[in-house]
């Protein structure tokens, strides 16, 4: 009787990431993929596809999307390349994890843009170029109104936690 292999579990090395993000993986202590990292880190770097991932809260879908965003971001290029839309509560959130993974990515700006911040200072930030939005649907169409986001060269769109906007935004 042949014993059964033990099979290797996946390490985020295994997906290509760079060194500075594969040294942030580190350091924030994740040890091997989620189910939800495994399914998609590899396909957003890899796929130029459209891709529904569902997972509960806590099984690491910030890094399955956050990671690829970074990776794919080219850092000598100003212009807004990624776009996460979300709720109002994961905005900072959002924001901090992913700013907390490219940590020794140089010259990759993340900025938060939402309802009951400045916007005086949020259209600052923006115009100091950023490559990565994260963003209320309701606060990104009002700074686009005022021509202070330009998000007609995105590469990448993140609908995070989709279902609930969709909710908020439509009356019964």
Not at 4 to 31: C, I, N, T, W, Y
Not at 47 to 76: C, M
Not at 81 to 89: A, I, K, Y
Not at 118 to 128: G, N
């Amino acid at each position: 009787m042949r014993k059964k292999q033990k099979e290797r579990k996946l390490e985020f090395s295994d997906f290509g990431l760079s060194d500075a993000l594969l040294r942030a993986v580190d350091e924030l202590e994740f040890k091997e993929p989620t189910l939800i990292q495994e399914k998609v880190i590899y396909n957003l770097l890899n796929d130029e596809r459209d891709i529904v991932g569902l997972a509960q809260t806590g099984t690491g879908k910030t890094a399955a999307f956050g990671l690829p965003l970074i990776e794919r971001t080219d850092a000598k290029d100003k212009s807004v390349q990624s776009l996460v839309l979300c709720t109002r509560e994961l905005c900072l959130q959002i924001t901090r994890d992913m700013k907390d993974f490219a940590r020794y990515v140089d010259n990759v700006r993340i900025t938060p843009v939402y309802g009951g911040a400045s916007i005086v200072q949020q259209i600052r930030d923006l115009k100091r170029g950023t490559q990565i939005i994260v963003a209320t649907p309701g606060r990104l169409l009002d700074l686009i109104r005022r021509n202070a986001a330009d998000v007609g060269a995105i590469s990448h769109l993140i609908l995070d936690e989709a279902d609930l906007m969709l909710n908020m935004g439509f009356k019964d």
